[in-house]
Nanobody
């Protein structure tokens, strides 16, 4: 069982930055696909980025491309999301997710989820 705990959310003004962290415990995530999803009130959950194990190849949704950066520190068993140039439409609860099938990062079926951290961007 993998426990994921997000942190780093908060309130920020338009154009600001935040860095989210996702600390994993219970298992080593080195070989896991790791992803960040978000969900705004009244909207469906959206996968915004993921990162493959080993190669570190990444994917970004168009909505965050060029502004957000996903990274992982396997030594710390931690996933990060650097968010720059934040917009009001980035307001959502952000979740990290882990998938032990390291070649299947594009799936929406991630096995383990954190409790989420709220990000609010105000103008």
């Amino acid at each position: 069982q993998v426990l994921l705990v997000e942190s780093g959310g908060g309130s920020v003004q338009v154009g600001g930055s935040l860095r989210l962290s996702c600390a994993a415990s219970g298992a080593t995530i080195t070989n896991f696909c790791m992803a960040w999803f978000r969900q705004a009130p009244g909207k469906e959950r959206e996968r915004i980025t993921h990162i493959f194990p080993g190669s570190g190849v990444t994917y970004y949704a168009d909505s965050v491309k060029g502004r957000f950066t996903i990274s992982r520190d396997n030594a710390k068993n931690t996933l990060y999301l650097q968010m720059n140039s934040l917009k009001p439409e980035d307001t959502a609860r952000y979740y990290c997710a882990a998938n032990p099938r390291g070649s299947d990062c594009y799936t929406l079926e991630y096995n383990y989820w954190g409790q989420g951290t709220q990000v609010t961007v105000s103008s």
